[in-house]
């Protein structure tokens, strides 16, 4: 199967193109070696002309060391980034292993790689996001368990929340009926982010939207904004003529920033998400390749550099011994 991974390097203004058959089985675990262990990683493995895994691509890395930025997607592997509580607190642990560069995850993966580079990417029309439309009252006989929550900003910048059993995609069909339709709604309280059941298969498709009709713009996420759906954003944006929409990353908090109220009353609180950072960054996986003392890792390095490939195999970097068991301090649990 493995977890194939497009690599990018840039440099003196060329991108060198990279590909790896199983480099994305832990790639947000072996960027948090750095920029000058990842690039060389990176610079071991296959230089190819084409993005020939396509959308089946299951992670990206761009180094781009002319303006010292790193634009990653990682694939959920380890899974990280469908947790946007977890999400966010392993970018800051990132940007701590990257002083100086720009550190931003790209959920459109692939597809918004090659459109920064320029390079041809065919989409498969048939494998696109299918959205279910609500007609008529779809969202009044709304009575599933919660799948989004929706905040509809008054005049004043206070929020109200409520919940709702269809997808976000789903809501946003409605266009802006959804607007008065939300506003009729008895209010819920907003849920607080959470680390989610391994088997439940419903928390991907979770997220929500903040609607600001003063300014006619909407804020959405999911969970998991797949690129699929990043790709859809476009057209269920033609459901809102004249609004801008828009992709929140940063997920439930978006609705206490945006209503003036404090990110605890929703946000994964960092100790917890300190825990579960260590568990799936350094849990035992299978195939992992060994850990090394830092100074074996750097011999074989310098290795690398003397003889691209000699090395390092396919399965990506060792896991970053430095790091385990200081995740929380790193985060600043302690201070």
Sequence with gaps: ????????????????????????????????????????YVESTDVVDDLYYEDAVDAVALVDRDRRALVWW???NLPIESVPGLRRRYEALLRGCWPGWEVRWEPGGIRAIADALAVPFAVDAAAELRVRALVDDGFARDEAPTMSVITVLDADGAGHDVGSGWTVESLLTLGARLVDDARARRAAPLPREAIPDPDDQRWADQGGLVIDPARRRIECWWNWPSPRRVD???????????????????????HADRSGRARDLVELP?????????????AEHEFDPPPEAPEALAQRLAELRRAPRAALTDNGLPPPSALQGQIARRLGVDA
């Excluded at 859809?232 to 978006?254: C, E, K, Q, S």
């Excluded at 960092?270 to 799936?280: N, T």
Aim: proline share 4%; charged share 15%; with cysteine.
């Design 270 to 282: 960092i100790g917890e998400a300190a825990a579960a950072l260590e568990v799936r960054l350094f």
């Design 74 to 76: 990682g694939g959920d």
């Design 1 to 40: 199967m493995g977890y194939r991974a497009h690599l990018l390097i840039r440099e003196g203004g060329a991108t060198r193109l990279h590909a790896s058959h199983a480099g994305g089985r832990c790639l947000v675990r072996d960027l948090l070696h750095g920029p000058a262990i990842y690039g060389a």
């Design 232 to 254: 859809a954003l476009p057209l269920l944006a033609r459901f809102w003529p004249g609004w801008t929409l828009a992709l929140a990353v940063d997920g439930a908090v978006v």
